[in-house]
């Protein structure tokens, strides 16, 4: 994948947070395919440059 001209070498040095967030309790229950396309966003900052170390998922209020 083609990284951005928008991310620079100052945002690599920054950690990349993703927050993984449902509306409802039950949301992250019944709608699986939401909850995969947002964990997918990890994918998306390895191939914009950011390495696994440098990228933090948030998700512990989803239960």
């Known amino acids: 994948m083609k990284k951005s001209e928008l991310v620079t070498p100052h945002h690599l040095t920054r950690k990349a947070l993703i927050y993984i967030r449902q509306s409802h309790p039950n949301s992250a ?27 933090q998922i948030i998700d512990n209020d989803l239960y």
């Open 29 to 55: 229950i019944s709608h699986q395919e939401s909850l995969q396309l947002q964990y997918a966003l990890k994918q998306r900052a390895i191939n914009l440059g950011w390495g696994e170390e440098g990228i």
